[in-house]
T-cell receptor
Framework: DIMMTQSPDSLAVSLGERATITCKSS????????????IAWYQQKPGQPPKLLIYWASIRESGVPDRFSGSGSETDFTLTISSLQAEDVAVYYCQQYYYTPWTFGQGTNVEIK | EVQLVESGGALVQPGGSLRLSCSASGFTFSAHNMHWVRQAPGKGLEYLFG????????FYAGSVRGRFAISRDDSKSTLYLQMSSLRTDDTAVYYC??????????WGQGTLITVSS
């Protein structure tokens, strides 16, 4: 199975500052035929299901604020929150869907400093 | 509007069995791969199973193979997870997930299984 490793495990950022989470996959998730990276990012708040933020590594889901952005290719990916807001406090997960079984990073807990 | 509603969660004894259902609406259920993912209390996300339209193909993770099985009834727009030989470490919230379409991935609210004596 593909292993997904996120860093850091926990992150404290001041309101209005940038938050950056990285995700590394143990194998490339870039499909050469379509040049898509099969990576998604989720936000999860307590008692709620994961909410899709980003798919194809950089495509923002409809309704997601533009302060959230995704980048990267092959094995190295980044989720950036450009200006942290109070409502962004949550756990964030990356997911690869290139291979079955899907695998997820261990999660990054983002809080306010 | 897309809706996925999981049901069947319960408190069950170790060794017991349970069937979860995920009732879908707001999209053409028969056209989509569907999946089950679980999350143990305070833990991360764990993929369990996927199934293609018509149930032609199934995708699974090794951790529950042989004890759990996925199926679907496209005529009822319902996804199922049959669980047997339940263990205490199967305690989790179980989510059904739709793949593709208007939303790349759409998750239900989840249903809680507690395995305890």
């Amino acid at each position: 199975d593909i292993m997904m490793t996120q860093s850091p495990d926990s992150l404290a950022v001041s309101l209005g500052e940038r938050a950056t989470i990285t995700c590394k996959s143990s194998q490339s998730v870039l499909y050469s035929s379509n040049n898509y990276n099969y990576i998604a990012w989720y936000q999860q708040k307590p008692g709620q299901p994961p909410k899709l933020l980003i798919y194809w590594a950089s495509i923002r889901e409809s309704g997601v604020p533009d302060r959230f952005s995704g980048s990267g290719s092959e094995t190295d990916f980044t989720l950036t929150i450009s200006s942290l807001q109070a409502e962004d406090v949550a756990v964030y997960y990356c997911q690869q869907y290139y291979y079955t079984p899907w695998t997820f990073g261990q999660g990054t807990n983002v809080e306010i400093k | 509007e897309v809706q996925l509603v999981e049901s069947g969660g319960a408190l069950v004894q170790p060794g017991g069995s349970l069937r979860l259902s995920c009732s879908a609406s707001g999209f053409t259920f028969s056209a989509h791969n569907m999946h089950w993912v679980r999350q143990a209390p305070g833990k991360g996300l764990e993929y369990l199973f996927g199934i293609s339209p018509n149930g032609r193909d199934t995708f699974y993770a090794g951790s529950v193979r042989g004890r759990f099985a996925i199926s679907r009834d496209d005529s009822k727009s319902t996804l199922y997870l049959q669980m047997s030989s339940l263990r205490t470490d199967d305690t989790a919230v179980y989510y059904c997930v739709k793949e593709g379409g208007t939303h790349m991935f759409y998750w239900g609210q989840g249903t809680l299984i507690t395995v305890s004596s």
